[in-house]
């Protein structure tokens, strides 16, 4: 990745529980098709890679509670 392919990280407004959080940087979307899912708690580490569409149906299954609730 170049300079100006650097991940943008944010928090969801919904994190403060505790530190058990990611950040996703969704400003690569157009130039990679990727969505970078990092550990909130541990910056340098490892970060995955989610293709954006499957990113995408992850994120409207949460808000259509396909996954159950907390």
Do not use: Q
Not at 17 to 31: K, Q, T
Not at 47 to 56: C, E, T
Not at 58 to 67: C, D, M, N, Q, R
Request: proline share 6%.
């Amino acid at each position: 990745m170049t300079t100006t392919d650097t991940p943008r990280w944010f928090t969801s407004s919904y994190s403060n529980n505790g530190g058990d959080c990611v950040e996703v940087a969704v400003n690569l979307i157009p130039s990679h098709g990727v969505v970078p899912v990092r550990d909130s708690k541990h910056t340098t580490g490892a970060v995955l890679n989610f293709p954006a569409d499957s990113f995408s149906s992850f994120v409207a299954g949460v808000k259509a509670g396909e996954y159950g609730s907390i």
